[in-house]
């Protein structure tokens, strides 16, 4: 397999893994079928509802993406900026624009990880030594991270698996 081959396997595996089943639910299975009365619930003992768990993924991963895309990048302030005040989606649009917009951007971030024009191991020029890479990879495990939760609110509220 020649070089080039390589670079395209890796980045489509780089890619796959911001939305694979292969080791864990997607964030896709961790919201399905979440009833309206259940989003804004926090278990007892449990810090986040579902609502602010999505939404802080959103957030974060909008940051993300922002910050490989735009050379006039400022970083929000955190943590205020990165979860809702509230624990409950305003509206259920609120919860479903927030669900879209995560697979929006995750959509972004994997065209990003495969673009041939763009090293990925090269450093994000308007950042203090990120790599493309780095940043994609901080994606995926956060995202990982907090779709673990997602479900974990989901088994506490008895709601999981997605009926």
């Not at 670079?7 to 489509?12: G, I, K, P």
């Not at 079928?33 to 991963?61: C, F, M, T």
């Not at 990879?137 to 991270?145: G, W």
């Amino acid at each position: 397999m020649d070089e080039d081959s390589v670079v395209v396997r890796s980045r489509a595996i780089i890619a796959s893994a911001l939305d694979w089943k292969q080791a864990h639910a997607t964030f896709d299975d961790a919201v399905a079928g979440l009833k309206v009365e259940l989003r804004g619930k926090r278990p007892e003992h449990y810090p986040h509802s579902a609502w602010e768990l999505v939404e802080h993924l959103r957030r974060a991963q909008a940051d993300l993406l922002e910050f490989m895309t735009n050379a006039s990048y400022a970083p929000p302030k955190w943590p205020d900026t990165y979860w809702p005040i509230e624990s409950e989606p305003p509206t259920a649009k609120a919860w479903d624009e927030s669900i879209a917009a995560v697979q929006r951007d995750r959509q972004t971030i994997k065209e990003l990880a495969t673009r041939p024009t763009l090293d990925i191991t090269a450093a994000i020029p308007w950042g203090d030594g990120q790599t493309y890479l780095r940043t994609i990879l901080v994606a995926i495990d956060h995202a990982a991270y907090h779709v673990g939760q997602l479900i974990a609110v989901r088994i506490l509220l008895g709601a999981w698996p997605a009926a």
